[in-house]
């Protein structure tokens, strides 16, 4: 993959759940950023079946240097919230190796 910037635009985040979410819900992305600062983007569903949502990053989304921590998060009923398995995003400074 290639390197990931502070301010790249259209980048496709995808999560996978590997659970059915057909059924009515809201599906988010929640980030960590390397300042432990919480944010969560609304997902668009891919496949329902296979459980695969996703985001593309706007202007100011990756507005830090580091590691940010991802997440998938599926709630269909507002009270039952189903995780996906963390994954780890390294975004870098311009002009950084």
Known sequence: ??????GTVGLRIRVTFC???????????RA???????IEWTATIEDSVAGIVY??????D?????TWK???IWDPTGD???YGKTA????RALGEC
Not at 55 to 60: A, E, M, N, S
Not at 88 to 91: E, I, Q, R, S
């Open 80 to 82: 039952a919230i189903f």
């Open 1 to 6: 993959m290639a390197s990931v910037y502070v």
């Open 32 to 38: 960590e950023k390397p300042d432990e600062t919480v």
């Open 62 to 66: 990756l507005d830090q240097v580091g």
């Open 19 to 29: 659970i059915n979410i057909s059924n009515p819900g809201a599906a988010r992305i």
């Open 70 to 72: 991802i997440n998938g």
């Open 88 to 91: 780890c995003l390294v975004v």
């Open 55 to 60: 985001y593309d990053t706007q202007i100011d």
